[in-house]
């Protein structure tokens, strides 16, 4: 099964999508991120312009220590 992903422009038709989403049984997911930085870390991942960060070693990660 493929994912789609539908960009409402507004809150009413956000409202219908979900709207007929349930209507239909369909489950829905949200992101409680703005797209356009989600687009801009995908962007960064693809070029591979990012760093990894250790959770346990934060400051070490970023070779701040």
């Known amino acids: ?3 789609l992903i ?3 422009q ?4 956000t409202a219908v999508l ?4 349930k209507s239909w049984k369909i489950s829905v997911e ?5 797209p356009d930085f989600v687009n801009m870390i ?3 991942e693809k070029r591979g312009n990012y760093k990894t960060i250790d959770p346990t ?9």
């Not at 979900?18 to 989403?21: G, I, P, R, V």
């Not at 070693?57 to 220590?65: A, F, I, T």
């Open 1 to 3: 099964m493929e994912t």
């Open 6 to 8: 539908m960009h409402p």
């Open 10 to 13: 507004n809150k009413e038709q």
């Open 18 to 21: 979900k709207a007929l989403a």
């Open 30 to 34: 949200t992101s409680p991120y703005d």
């Open 42 to 44: 995908k962007k960064a």
């Open 57 to 65: 070693d934060v400051w070490g990660s970023l070779q701040l220590k």
